[in-house]
């Protein structure tokens, strides 16, 4: 299978070739950005020395349906929607790890993204790549709109609950905590170091973009869901997302119950690990890896659930999902190319 | 004003004495350690040499009566409920930083702390020290019980709330995010530099002991108050806690009346600033000082309220708050000795 | 005195202000800025809110002379080349927090700067302002070079060293660790958290401008000094340099003779705080204060003196001597508003 | 080939499961430890959950030998002293990642380490394993002496100058800097992370034990060699080391005549890049690979040379290096389970 990654400079791009320079059954074919046509991969990214040795090129539809059968686009905010029903339209399988494609309803997007939305005709064709709860849309999908880091760690915390209608539908509450690589490579105050080390602060306060991308897959398990309070947190650390849920049980509840729940759920899925009641995950614990690890509570003085889901998010988050749906999309195992085990400490 | 230090090897006993040193009406009779008597204090901190000559003394609560008119207690749980009494026996007044009194009803901390609690008669002279809610009461105490860290920052971010019976009642999510020096000098695998730097780990789920000493304090102002759900987790930064507050309004509200609220409950309040509407603090924002800065928002899709309450854990969680408290004791200016600007970048 | 602060809105003007603000002597009668004018300084600096009134105003020579009696420069590069002499003609005296006039020969100060010297005539008035060594010229001084961060702790490491003649002039090697702070406010790939964070990285090998600043005085001191070895690297944290210095005695000597050696030649200074045989400092132990630790070493298998130099940046090498140099100008106690206990931790 | 991994729960010890769990030629037969008999793996480190399903075996020398042909050795200083001659005599290839065996003479090892040295027979056995300068003597060895940290990538940065006799003999200056990590998990305040973060330690000055191992290799290569000086400091990261190597130059040279050399001793060492003239590395470049790079200077106004090599201080500087002598004594492919690309960013 012969790719090509589109957007290779940014923490997503460069996150992708980490992990398909060893991938058995692709072939990196090119590597293209708009910024910086014609540098050497590794100029930009010295850590790539020796081990990579493409150069950027210019970012040509055409050219590369030639010789890609699929490309995965890491690119900014509204390329997207203009790059991938070209791609399509010459019968190249699209990979989109921006949020162009995520949100159906095209005013949905506009209201959010504060952008114009790609055309309706595509949005309908694009698959939201979660894989672990849409591999049968997956696999036969053209387009794929990879998840966002956040709604990744959310929706795999908050799927049992929601599809089997244990909570109350407006009492849904997430707190999520980020590294600062979310942000990408693009500078910025505030992503300076100076300014972000030894600091927590809040963004985006009810104005988040992943808000409505979270909220259109709650509804697609449960139509009852209500609008959710979701809060994103920027933490003085490179790689790694929690999102702590919060929702209030329908009925009393136990932290056995809910953690037998998950695992059930989570069965067949090699990314999602369950911990054992009492137990939570911490972020560093999937460092670089494709993992999402999941510990659950039940308060009894005040019914209500806790939820901390953990992953990379640049693995799980971006780069690593995205090629877990390549693999569903060519038929092989889930964990090709991706088995890495976390990096700690 | 003779004060003594008993427990000044621990961080917040050399936080007092960062700040005593330049305290105009105030002056350091002596400090005391169980573990390190007959050593220097700058042998223990280095950073303390030339600025601080004083050796540690042995704890002898009838010689320190004789030299000192005020006791601050900065130790470890289980050490206050056996010398407060004596002090106050001994006619010394005694500002506990340890969380041994906060608790009015004995049996709550002992099932909380899982430690035998103070004599129910000395728990009974505590005066809870928030001082901005509390001067008056403070302002006679004879024993102050000095709030805990993430109390301070979560009481003081609910308080208008909660006392104008503003939210429901069962609708309190509380998740906070602390600094590590929050956990003391005392050395674990959990605050271990290399499992702690590039992580975050939520501990102590539904069971940390400031539960009680909050919602004790929410149910004073409002006896209404449903059981919260509290959740504290460890960052990768040194100093700064962040209580981010949710609850659900009892109708509809907007941010330019929550801001307004807020303004006016903490006019008089030196140490409290108020953000306007749309803007939140970070924790570096008050590193190293004390104030409590707050940000309050209103989403009206969920119809629910987010207050962003920061502090210094060891300054207005901990040491600032315990001088402004001695302060007010003394009947001087509340920010005497404390005018510190925070510490940025 | 009144004073004005011309780049307020760095680290070096910020810092400038915490310690000011509650200095007995000083006014700070205005400050300005030429990006940010009519904006106040509280709302590009949030902490600031509260203590910190003042709106920044256009950076107008003759007005400011009106004003102010003396101006402190927090400027970029070449802007005190420009200003200053203005300031000088109007009678108003400078404190010069940039490197514009450290070097006395301005064809150096080309080589090394990449920009054009300001005019030899006022070259010649400014005083390098090392408080510790140039009391007396600094005393009378109209303009005042405020050394360079690296500078700060290297030259105060050196100075007894190189004044008694102890080591072999050619061979001095300092390799430098500072924190992002350093590197201002101004965003770049290079302080950007993502990749600043988790790294260790070498800069400007053998090309830092502040070489020949650190040269000039060490000749000033010795004229035989050779070349010197200096080496900069940027470590994960935001405050604090550490200087390693090595230099091979000229003959056998000993920790205890030159401990003894840096008491005596420190007595007077007090912000210089001399460790004993075999302790070391550690940069947080000056973090947000004016002092600079010292520690030395001597091995006897290699006749080589160890001379380790902790400095906070922003303080001792910036903001903080540049207040040290405004008391000893006004002739008041060198430690006025600058008696700031370490914050540690 | 069947191993068993000797102190598995220490960071070394679970560095070698994350790179041989997917060895193609390696099988773990079993993990053991003194402290931890009896638990999971997966208990004492939740990140392995599901990946790895071990139980913790007690040490014993005779069953071991059964079942595995060659062990690796991550246990604290002393232990192997005591295990290693066993295993030997059991028929056991061992590969020792602690220091006991790196020193050939017994009585240095006891001058620098403070305590016992192995028996004199054992240690000639030993190989010293820096595997790019000892390929033939490791395909042979019973016993590899794993080289620590610092030394592996002082030597990679030295071996070319040492070498070709181009620098004086007693000029050579090392200062290094590490991440925590290289503390090992062992708790103490020294790694205490409130006092670790945001500050920059020196430490051992004069005294690491890593100085004879350094020698020692230094010269076999040149036996003119004098005495070093080698600094250590502690950097508020948990992975990584810098060596920033200074030394004379014997006559004029140019960097790129460098470089050239460099990139010629190194031609076949796949580990070991050499960074472009006036570009060097930084820790983060390597992150989580067996990498060492390497960056050259020459300084033209003094004639020193500065070399700066970073490696990853628990791959390459750990668990890489020994099983990259794995390979090698297995006679395939030395890079075989070891194509990690850096963790970036």
Redesign the interface.
């Known amino acids: 299978m012969k790719i090509a990654i589109i957007g290779a400079t940014g ?1 997503g791009g ?1 996150e992708l ?2 992990f398909l ?2 991938h058995p059954f692709v072939h990196v074919q090119s590597v293209h950005s708009s910024s910086q046509e014609g540098t050497a991969l590794s100029a930009v ?8 040795s493409s150069m950027l090129e210019k970012i040509d539809v055409e050219q590369i349906s030639k010789t890609s059968d699929i490309v995965f686009l890491a690119t900014p905010p509204g390329v997207s929607s203009e790059l991938t029903p070209r791609f399509y339209e010459c019968g190249v399988k699209v990979i989109d790890l921006s949020g162009d494609f995520r949100i159906k309803e095209g005013h949905v997007y506009e209201q959010w993204y504060k952008r114009t939305a790609p055309p309706q005709t595509y949005l309908e064709k694009a698959v939201y790549g979660l894989s672990e709860w849409n591999r049968a849309e997956v696999n036969d999908a053209k387009i794929i709109a990879n998840p966002g880091c956040y709604p990744t760690a959310t929706l795999l915390g908050l799927a049992p609950l929601v599809q089997n209608g244990l909570i109350k539908e ?1 009492s849904i ?1 997430i ?1 999520a ?1 980020s ?3 979310g ?1 990408g ?1 693009h ?3 505030n ?13 985006k ?2 104005e988040h973009q992943h808000i409505p991308e979270i909220e259109q897959m709650l509804l697609k398990w449960n139509e009852q869901i ?4 979701f ?1 994103t ?1 920027l ?6 997302i ?1 999102a ?1 849920i ?1 929702a209030q049980a329908k009925k009393e509840l136990s932290a056995e119950m809910l953690v037998d729940l998950y695992k059930t759920s989570y069965e067949s899925a090699k990314f999602v ?1 369950i ?1 054992e009641r009492g ?10 890896s494709n993992y999402c ?1 999941i ?1 659950i ?1 039940y ?1 009894e ?2 019914g ?1 659930i ?1 939820v ?1 889901s ?1 992953i990379d998010n640049l693995v799980k988050g971006a780069a690593g999902q995205a090629i877990q749906n390549l693999n569903i999309m060519m038929g092989i195992e889930e964990d090709t190319g991706l ?7």
């Not at 300076?192 to 602060?201: A, D, I, L, Q, R």
Request: net charge positive; no cysteine.
């Open positions: 923490y460069v070739l980490r320079q060893y990214y010295p850590h790539l020395q020796q081990a990579e407006d509450v707190d905590k590294g600062v690589s942000a490579r500078v910025s105050l992503t300076h170091f100076s300014e972000t080390n030894e600091n927590v602060k809040i963004y306060v009810n209500k609008p959710i309070t809060s947190h933490i003085p650390m490179t790689r790694g929690m702590t919060y690990r911990r137990n939570y995950p911490s972020t560093k614990e999937v460092y670089g690890d510990g509570a308060d003085r005040t209500r806790t901390v953990v088995q890495f085990m976390p990096v700690y400490p």
